[in-house]
């Protein structure tokens, strides 16, 4: 269909506004005015994987009074015009001095005033299935001649690699999934694809029918010939739904990686470890084993014994999201935290400088020290250190409070109780869900 098929946007009395994560309509104090509250406004959409189930977006319009009384009928389709699904919406007017002015939605029926614009932001629970990325056009199709009301962009992003180090990040996340499953299938046959991803592949799954998503084909064709489906994207990206515990689907379900219990294990785990005093080498070893220690530093990936070029070593290098590269130093349970005055003592003093001089280093050989662990130039903007060391017990409170809530520039301080207490307000928080 051309460009001259479709009259203008004006000749709509509907406009498309865009998608977004989250609307509520919401009193403007203690007025009788409202207002929408909106998060994510966006005309396009990013996913790891397709098909893509399209649903848990709020879908924006704007209604001029003159759809007041009719029933306005729209279409998603793609850029060959394979229609994707439809969406039917009835508006009823209202006075604009009546009490049902102010915009109300009920399932599809909305009240709109007789005159002028009004905005809705709707929960679009409609079932619909991206079947890979493009552009898609949606249609006002109430009078029986498409009317393009605006335009949505699906596109592909790739997952990062499930190397090594991302796997310790994830396992850093509290809301990360150990494993994923997707099943698709042909509404017309019983034919069935089913795939997973995990953290480790799993023997179990494979022997209950499930496929690794790596050895996922190129395409799946139903019995019955009706149904296909490009399965490149889950070959490629399913992994990428582990990093974050999300809502079970009719297609996907997920395992959380952490419970309460296996959380309230590790936290008496390592408290056992550091009332025993143990060498840093045990201490690392436990946050590598267990970097959920570790979550308040949201990260993309957690390098183990990051080298700094030839001088250096520091115990980790977070990768976050905010594109920060946080070295690590951890020094022992017992180092010396105060003097009696409660000035700085030398061995903490100590650890400082130590991280100082790795940031040193880093400002004057920045691209040689990414590039030597492997971290995409354009990953990271901001580099700063963090020192764990030392416990809480046997300083005074008041000074110990002062010590941590120093601006020590571009280093954080922290005792190994400062992770034990972010610990246990991560279980609580879990208790609560």
Request: include cysteine; proline fraction near 5%; hydrophobic fraction near 40%.
């Amino acid at each position: 269909m051309s460009n001259s098929d479709h009259p203008s946007l004006a000749e709509s009395p509907v406009v498309f506004l865009g998608l977004c994560e989250r609307a509520n309509y919401v009193r403007e104090g203690n007025t009788n005015i409202f207002k929408w509250n909106i998060l994510g406004l966006r005309t396009i959409v990013l996913s790891h994987i397709f098909p893509l189930k399209f649903d848990g977006w709020a879908i924006g319009f704007a209604f001029l009074g003159s759809t007041a009384g009719r029933e306005t009928k729209f279409r998603l389709s793609d850029e060959s015009g394979n229609e994707v699904g439809t969406i039917n919406l009835f508006a009823k007017a209202v006075s604009p001095d009546s009490d049902d002015a102010v915009l109300r939605k009920d399932g599809a029926l909305l009240l709109v005033p007789e005159h002028g614009w009004t905005t809705a932001f709707l929960p679009l629970t409609t079932g619909w299935v991206i079947p890979q990325p493009g552009v898609y056009y949606l249609e006002e199709i109430t009078s029986g001649v498409p009317i393009r009301v605006g335009t949505l962009q699906f596109a592909s992003i790739d997952a990062p690699p499930l190397t090594a180090d991302r796997i310790v990040a994830i396992k850093s996340e509290p809301n990360a999934s150990k494993a994923v499953r997707i099943e698709l299938g042909c509404k017309h046959c019983p034919s069935k694809f089913r795939a997973y991803a995990a953290l480790e592949r799993s023997e179990k799954s494979e022997n209950e029918g499930w496929s690794w998503y790596q050895d996922a084909p190129d395409r799946f064709d139903c019995e019955c010939g009706k149904t296909t489906m490009d399965l490149q994207f889950i070959r490629r990206n399913l992994h990428g739904l582990l990093g974050h515990r999300r809502r079970d689907s009719e297609e996907l379900s997920f395992m959380p990686l952490y419970e309460k219990t296996s959380l309230e294990s590790t936290r008496t785990d390592f408290a056992q470890l550091i009332s025993r005093n143990p060498r840093e080498e045990l201490l690392q070893q436990f946050l590598h084993e267990n970097p959920i220690l570790l979550h308040q530093f949201p990260a993309e990936s957690i390098i183990s014994k990051p080298p700094i070029l030839t001088s250096y070593f520091a115990d980790f290098g977070i990768v976050t999201p905010q594109k920060e590269l946080i070295l690590v130093e951890l020094e022992k349970t017992t180092t010396r935290l105060m003097k009696k005055d409660g000035g700085i003592a030398a061995p903490l003093s100590h650890a400082f400088d130590q991280v100082r001089d790795w940031l040193h280093k880093v400002d004057e050989h920045r691209l040689a020290v990414l590039d030597s662990l492997k971290i995409e130039r354009d990953a990271v903007s901001i580099v700063r250190g963090i020192v764990i060391a030392g416990r809480d017990t046997g300083y005074d409170a008041r000074d110990l409070r002062k010590l941590k809530g120093v601006d020590w520039g571009r280093v954080t301080f922290l005792t190994y109780d400062d992770l034990l207490f972010a610990l246990d307000a991560l279980i609580r928080q879990i208790e609560r869900i």
